[in-house]
Nanobody, 115 residues
């Protein structure tokens, strides 16, 4: 079974940048479409970015133009480059298969955007 470990979160000021990583252990994820999800306090988890096995990407309107998803199949890792961060981006960020989750969820990584 694939295990997912997210990292790279932290506290950043509005307008700042962060790069999140999602390292998968176990079977390769190269044939799976993968996505980054986020869950803010009191809200449902939402898919914000996805990348197919063929490297096609898709973004939620709320992050389009600011976030970039990528993957390195040799490292079995998916990334999320976030820039021009806003306070409303504050959430716990997770990765999983997309558009529906099929792996066990990792612990996520907290992103807090605040001055």
């Amino acid at each position: 079974q694939v295990q997912l470990v997210e990292s790279g979160g932290g506290l950043v000021q509005p307008g700042g940048s962060l790069r999140l990583s999602c390292a998968a252990s176990g079977p390769t994820i190269r044939f799976n479409a993968m996505g980054w999800y986020r869950q803010a306090p009191g809200k449902q988890r939402e898919l914000v970015a996805s990348i197919t096995s063929g490297f096609s990407t898709n973004y939620a309107d709320s992050v389009k133009g600011r976030f970039t998803i990528s993957r390195d199949n040799a490292k079995n890792t998916v990334y999320l480059q976030m820039s021009s961060l806003k306070p409303e981006d504050t959430a716990v960020y997770y990765c999983n298969t997309a558009p529906t989750d099929r792996f066990y969820w990792g612990q996520g990584t907290q992103v807090t955007v605040s001055s």
